[in-house]
Nanobody, 121 residues
Framework: QVRLVESGGGSVQAGGSLRLSCTAS????????MGWFRQAPGKEREGVAR????????YYAAFVRGRFTISRDDAKNMEYLQMNNLGPEDPAMYYC??????????????WGQGTQVTVSS
């Protein structure tokens, strides 16, 4: 059974940083592309960052603008999102997902509970 558990969200001031973590189980993490998504109230879920298998071919949405870094630890079945210089456009529920490589399409119809990010000015 695919399971994804996100953590690390919280409330920070504008310009602050957070590091999100995702623990994955139930599938072959090492050979699976992974991504981070977010969904703000009233908006559709959008892709934030994604990795190919391993740490190669990292891809970021345009709004990231060099502020976020995605990484993964295949030995621990974990994915991370380091977020720096958080701004008013970043508050949302953040989710990790196994994805089809090179796309934002989820590989499994399973989402975790997400982790909430709040940014105050």
């Amino acid at each position: 059974q695919v399971r994804l558990v996100e953590s690390g969200g919280g409330s920070v001031q504008a310009g602050g940083s957070l590091r999100l973590s995702c623990t994955a189980s139930g599938f072959a993490f090492k050979i699976t592309c992974m991504g981070w998504f977010r969904q703000a109230p009233g908006k559709e879920r959008e892709g934030v960052a994604r990795t190919w298998i391993g740490d190669d071919n990292l891809y970021y949405a345009a709004f990231v603008r060099g502020r976020f870094t995605i990484s993964r630890d295949d030995a621990k079945n974990m994915e991370y999102l380091q977020m720096n210089n958080l701004g008013p456009e970043d508050p949302a529920m953040y989710y990790c997902a196994a994805i089809e490589c090179g796309s934002w399409s989820p590989r499994y119809n399973t989402w975790g509970q997400g982790t909430q990010v709040t940014v105050s000015s």
